[in-house]
């Protein structure tokens, strides 16, 4: 997947072509990854967590904040007794649970205009001022943007892989 044309100019379709953009690099960056469950950085995070936050982060921002459906553990992705990331699954269960998430996330994207706010059910409760879809669309592009790099980084430190 190449990175979204320059001429798009309606922000809808740059913000959803720009989050599949990004969404896709994450997975060619672990795709091959050697021992994605093992940290390279000092702070102990691992690859494997990341993609497992990733997933974690559609599903609080798309499914629990904006469409205010019923998550069972939005912060899953958090381990307290740790303070981080954790990811006792395997690859394959989160890399599912990754895709599962994004489409969820596409679907409630495509059914919902970019002025819509923010339901009261998840982190924005009365009398919070709640956030518009396209500044959520905004926010998940950035921190993708942030983790791809992360992992480029990882990867890098990992097998000397650099580049999209």
Do not use: N
């Amino acid at each position: 997947m190449t990175e979204p044309s320059k001429h798009f100019v309606d922000p809808r379709e740059l913000l959803v072509e720009y989050l599949d953009y990004y969404r896709e690099v994450i997975l060619r960056k672990l795709d091959g990854f050697p021992e994605p469950e093992s940290s390279r950085v000092p702070s102990g995070w691992t690859p494997l967590e990341l993609l497992k936050h990733l997933a974690y982060m559609e599903r609080r921002w798309f499914s629990w904040d904006f469409a205010g459906e019923p998550v069972d553990d939005p912060w899953g992705d958090h381990d307290a007794d740790r303070d981080r990331w954790a990811a006792p699954e395997s690859y394959a269960e989160i890399k599912a649970f990754y895709l599962a998430q994004c489409e969820r996330s596409r679907q409630i994207v495509a059914d919902a205009q970019l002025t819509d706010l923010a339901t009261d059910i998840g982190r924005f409760p009365p009398p919070a001022q709640r956030p518009a879809l396209s500044w959520i669309m905004f926010h998940v592009l950035q921190e993708y943007a942030r983790h791809a790099g992360h992992l480029d980084i990882a990867r890098e430190l990992a097998d000397g892989a650099t580049g999209e």
